[in-house]
């Protein structure tokens, strides 16, 4: 007698996950960037994915948001006219004086009240020191996904947010989804995104929504700002130039030759991992997926072998010059122009020849 068939195996992974969202889920639209401004100074990255959310809006067929929260006055305003500028299509505001310095409790509070209230399909925040507090708790409280430290943004077939990540100590990317609910949370780290164009717009349709909290309310207190004198001064992320070394260079005594010819250049200095870890450098000079992400238009890295966690943190860069010893470092995948040399050699003649062919008023324009 002949069995009966068996049931053909499930898939694993995504695809045997239920795609059907539940019915309270559904009423979820729009795509919102969040605005984070501190001390009337808002942060490139939100800039930066005001351009992912418009191309991820525009292939959803729905509105891009911008979510402005902070104190009441000209900066909040100034930071909601400048939205609309990078693309928005309306601006939620919550400006309320309580919201004057970052709490976790009173920005968390005003966050996921406007979530539950508006309804947001996806929600895009910064990879900062601030973006990262605040995107946990709110996800936490409305129990949903997150993705952190995403290196890129997509809808896929079925309009879900695809969210890629390096994993596995940066040896692996994967693409993260939140299927059954919403919103569906990521963040991005500054300079991995490119910074869209800003199109002079007037202010568009503006919705605000009360913070519901007072200052009784909140537990932690403001007692003072102190700005913090001896805080690292390197802007990496945003430097159109950039010098940086390796373990290759062999001795903490040989980076200087790395920042003797940034001096020259007029550029920032910066180091892989490892040199990090041996003490030779302080860690904002870290480039990477554990440090800054970096797009200048000019990237020279000095004995750096370029593994994936370097990679993902310099693939922005317009112009990538490699230079190392070894003819198979992986640095060459992607390097735009490679120089099998030893850098210690090369580097102090590259500091001086630029020494010798630049002025001081062209080294200030070599990025232009």
């Known amino acids: 007698m002949s069995q009966p068939a068996k049931p053909a195996p499930q898939p694993a992974g995504r695809a045997a996950a239920k795609k059907e969202l539940p019915e309270h889920f559904k009423a979820y639209k729009h795509v919102w960037v969040f605005i984070e401004q501190e001390r009337g100074h808002v942060h490139p990255v939100s800039w930066e994915l005001m351009g992912s959310g418009r191309r991820l809006a525009d292939k959803l067929g729905v509105e891009l948001a911008a979510v402005v929260i902070g104190p009441t006055g000209d900066a909040t305003k100034a930071a909601v006219a400048e939205s609309f500028c990078y693309g928005a299509d309306l601006a939620y505001v919550v400006a309320d004086d309580v919201l004057t310095d970052y709490r976790n409790e009173s920005y968390t509070k005003a966050l996921t009240d406007l979530v539950n209230t508006h309804k ?5 925040l910064g990879a900062t020191t601030l973006g990262r507090d605040l995107a946990g708790a709110v996800a936490t409280t409305l129990l949903t996904g ?10 896929d077939a079925d309009n879900s947010l695809a969210a890629t990540r390096p994993t596995f100590g940066g040896s692996l990317l994967c693409t993260i989804y939140t299927l059954n609910f919403r919103p569906q949370m990521a963040t991005v780290r500054p300079r991995v995104m490119s910074m869209p164009e800003r199109v002079e717009k007037p202010v568009g349709r503006v919705i605000e929504f009360p913070l519901g909290l007072v200052e009784a309310d909140i537990v932690t207190k403001i007692l003072a700002f102190v700005p913090d004198r001896d805080k690292a001064t390197s802007n ?3 430097a159109d130039v950039v010098v940086a070394g390796g373990l290759g260079l062999a001795s903490p005594e040989n980076f200087q030759l790395v920042r003797q010819l940034a001096g020259v250049l007029g550029a920032e200095y910066g180091c892989s991992r490892p040199l990090v870890q041996k003490g030779w450098v302080s860690a904002d000079r870290q480039i990477g997926q ?3 992400t970096i797009r200048p238009k000019l990237y020279i890295a000095a004995g750096i072998s370029g593994a994936i966690q370097h990679r993902v943190g310099v693939d922005g860069s317009d112009l990538i010059v490699a230079i190392n010893t070894d003819k198979n470092a992986p640095i060459f995948d992607f390097a735009h122009l490679a120089l099998v040399t030893d850098a210690i050699r090369l580097l102090p003649a590259l500091t001086e020849a630029f020494r ?3 002025s001081p008023h062209t080294r200030d324009r070599i990025a232009s």
């Open 120 to 124: 947001p399909e996806i929600l895009l």
């Open 146 to 155: 997150l993705t952190a430290d995403c290196t890129e943004l997509e809808v």
């Open 236 to 238: 990496l992320a945003y």
């Open 290 to 292: 554990t440090g800054k």
């Open 356 to 358: 010798k062919r630049l």
